[in-house]
């Protein structure tokens, strides 16, 4: 499968712990990024002041990311003191104000060198999401206020999964796969159309190969994922093509409404599938494991959760035991949308959700446990947590052995 690499994208960047006198009005108005001597690797020593095309992005894990477009001094600070080693330092405009300034001494700088030879400031509040999930995929740490980088343009590469084109989702790159190998296939299936989730995410588990789905539940909803996302936006890709070519012309004149009606179409089609493609192979790796269930069983208030085990009637039935029943949210990411899964089902006191959002903050994590909800991550990412979440996190497969015991006790009691 065709993932990609993280060099694609990036020769190299670099993480820093922000002073007061670099983001801080009230401290310093000299608008000065220090501690970058590493970046001397990518940039080389700056004899001259060189202007460098600069994009700065505010991140933070409840809002939309804050992005300016602009350009950045590249100097040298003890430029003519010849007796003293150069000193690097970036100098960014006033009009990045807006950005720069919503840090606070103590948060997070990343510096990443792309390809095209542009510079992206990334800052976000230290502790939060985003950091780590920053830091897990360029395999940083923060180590003070200099610059920790990382050289991507020799051997040292990070290969791009799920959780890997996530993030870069977030920091605005589209690092999404295609295969024209498969495009044949695909449209002596389905034309030129998208046919439904379901029946695109059966297709797409039927193109996966090398699973185990009793044996590795976790890798197989991790592959067949990877699967269905390449599939498509291949398709996609052939079907936004195809529209395009036709124009958007309507009796010698631009179809504006007809343009911002198929975009939209195009991001609702997006976010339709990628929330219903995880239920889809949930429900899949759950019948493979005998397991019952309703998707979308009604509770109190009309409320519907995910997946409800064993069933709507078994929640219903008061007679039913409680410890017998298990309530699933399913969120490809949670963002806030964690605490959802908390009214769905007054009988079920401890909830679960299963999450392939990688490097949730340890602040998140706590609330989820305060508040009793069981977080459900693939074994896969458990890498992206700090050690003592790991350790409290479920993989896909210890969830399984849980409901199939829960299941095995009930049938059991007399």
Not at 71 to 86: A, E, F, L
Not at 246 to 263: N, P, Q
Not at 283 to 296: N, P, T
Request: glycine residues 8%; negative net charge.
């Amino acid at each position: 499968m065709k993932r990609g690499s993280l060099s694609t994208y990036f020769a190299g960047m670099g993480v820093k712990s922000l002073s007061a006198t670099e983001i801080d009005p009230k401290v310093s108005r000299g608008h000065e990024l220090q501690g970058v001597d590493a970046i001397q690797a990518f940039l080389g020593v700056p004899s001259e002041k060189r202007r460098i095309p600069a994009r700065y992005v505010w991140l933070s894990d409840d809002d939309e990311p804050l992005t300016y477009e602009g350009k950045v001094t590249w100097y040298d600070s003890r430029k003519g003191q010849i007796s003293r080693d150069p000193e690097p330092r970036f100098y960014y405009p006033k009009a990045s104000e807006p950005i720069v300034y919503r840090a606070k001494p103590g948060d997070t700088l990343f510096v990443c060198h792309g390809r095209d030879e542009t510079l992206t400031f990334l800052f976000c509040g230290a502790g939060t999401t985003i950091e780590k999930q920053l830091l897990w995929l360029f395999g940083l740490q923060v180590a003070g206020g200099d610059i920790v980088e990382k050289d991507l343009r020799g051997s040292e590469d990070v290969e791009l999964g799920l959780a890997a084109r996530y993030i870069l989702g977030l920091i605005g790159i589209d690092a999404r796969v295609e295969d024209e190998d498969w495009l044949v296939r695909l449209t002596r299936a389905f034309g030129n159309q998208f046919p439904t989730t379901s029946a695109f995410s059966a297709f797409a588990r039927n193109a996966a190969t090398e699973v185990d789905v009793v044996g590795d539940p976790d890798g197989t909803l991790l592959r067949w994922l990877e699967v269905e996302e390449l599939l498509f936006y291949t398709l996609e890709r052939h079907i936004v093509e195809q529209r395009l070519r036709t124009g958007f012309l309507v009796k010698d004149e631009a179809d504006v409404e007809g343009f911002v009606s198929f975009s939209l179409s195009v991001q609702n089609r997006r976010k339709s599938r990628a929330g219903h493609s995880l239920e889809h192979h949930l429900a899949s790796v759950f019948e493979a494991h005998g397991l019952q269930f309703d998707r979308g069983g009604r509770t109190e208030g009309n409320k519907r959760p995910d997946f409800l085990f064993p069933g709507t009637l078994a929640y219903r039935d008061p007679d039913f035991p409680v410890t017998a029943l298990t309530l699933l949210g399913a969120k490809s990411s949670c963002k806030d949308r964690w605490r959802q899964v908390l009214s769905e089902g007054e009988r079920v006191p401890r909830k679960h959700l299963i999450t392939l959002e990688p490097g949730i903050s340890t602040n998140q994590t706590d609330e989820m446990q305060a508040a009793g909800l069981q977080l459900v991550v693939p074994g896969p990412l458990h890498a992206s947590y700090r050690p003592e979440q790991a350790s409290w996190l479920m993989s896909l497969g210890d969830m399984l052995v849980m409901a199939k015991a829960r299941a095995a006790d009930r049938i059991s009691t007399p």
